[in-house]
């Protein structure tokens, strides 16, 4: 079965630092692989994805992604870190070649829990 | 439009109580899910309809019956909850671009449940 891990539960940053957020997931093939940000009490809003093609993936807010098929890693980072990007973060893996019936069907990790030190 | 509207906001019910979570999107989406969300957990797919119909059931109890009365609309029909069924309950919506399209999905801001 399809598995996704957060290591870190909760990262504390300063403000202008850098950020890498960790995301392993274990499947059978290369899923498609999608990074969201969860504001407190707020529903999800996607970062970036990755299909296929250049390993390296921009995404909104500053956001980019690597995804590293020898690892099975889609880490996340951000070269400096603003105040408002404290939030709850979710790795998420899709099937490959999508849904019979239609849709999608993504499996979330944990969460890590991003605190910015002013 | 590029937003998925979810209402009510908040909810209080008792166990006895049957009330409905109302979910709209006018992007044209075909597909559309609930999703359930304990605190500090990751969301947890509950249904998905494709075209109005449903096409995934996450084995989820009876006392949740999801509806598709239009490609707009989506509703969470709720009856004889539990306390532990307390969460934050999302909406979202994708294109259905395909039968392999493995798409992003746009979430809305969820529905807060309590159950007393």
């Known amino acids: 079965a399809q598995s996704v891990t957060q290591p870190d539960i909760h990262i504390t940053v300063s403000e ?7 995301c ?6 290369t899923p498609y692989l999608f990074w969201y940000v969860q504001s407190p009490g707020q529903g999800l809003q996607l970062l970036l994805k990755y299909f296929s093609g250049d390993t390296l993936v921009q995404g909104i807010k500053g956001f980019e992604a690597e995804f590293k098929r020898s ?6 980072r951000k070269p400096s870190v603003h105040w408002s990007d404290a939030a709850e973060y979710f790795c ?6 999508g849904v019979a019936g239609g849709g ?15 | 439009d590029t937003e ?5 906001k908040h909810l209080v019910m008792g166990m006895t109580n049957k009330k409905s979570l109302k979910c709209e ?39 949740f019956s999801p509806e598709c009365p239009n490609s707009s609309l ?3 029909h709720l009856h004889a909850l539990q306390p532990e069924d307390s969460a934050l309950y999302l909406c979202a919506s994708s294109p259905r671009q395909g039968a392999t399209a493995n798409e992003k999905l746009f979430f809305g801001s969820g529905t807060q449940l309590s159950v007393l």
């Open chain 1, 16 to 22: 202008g630092a850098s950020l890498e957020l960790r």
């Open chain 1, 24 to 29: 392993n997931y274990s499947y059978g093939a």
């Open chain 1, 71 to 76: 690892q099975s890693s889609f880490n996340l």
């Open chain 1, 92 to 97: 998420a893996v899709g099937p490959p070649g």
């Open chain 1, 104 to 118: 999608n069907k993504l499996t979330f990790g944990t969460g890590t829990q991003l605190k910015v030190e002013l």
């Open chain 2, 4 to 8: 998925v509207t979810q209402t009510p």
């Open chain 2, 25 to 63: 999107q006018h992007m044209g989406h075909r597909a559309m899910y609930w999703y359930k969300q304990k605190a500090k957990k990751p969301p947890e797919l509950m249904f998905v309809y494709s075209y109005e119909k449903l096409s995934i059931n996450e084995s989820v109890p009876s006392r």
């Open chain 2, 74 to 76: 989506l509703n969470l």
